[in-house]
């Protein structure tokens, strides 16, 4: 998916925390960018890929 179709269609998303809404977008961003690829290799850190864990189970 393109970043901008990606843009339109989840950069609106309303959690009730802008930093919960900064993180959802930026997740979203980075693994449709690198579909298919290990999660070790989507986020370029140790402590964006534990960050992407414990947002999955909020």
């Known amino acids: 998916m ?9 950069g609106t998303c309303e959690l009730g ?3 919960l809404n900064h993180r959802a977008f930026s997740i979203g961003r980075s ?3 690198k ?5 070790s290799t989507v986020f370029e850190t140790g402590k964006d890929l534990k960050r992407a864990y414990e947002f999955s189970v909020m």
């Open 31 to 33: 693994l449709s960018e």
């Open 17 to 19: 925390d802008q930093r």
């Open 35 to 39: 579909f298919g690829q290990a999660l």
């Open 2 to 10: 393109s970043p901008e179709r990606y843009e339109q269609n989840f």
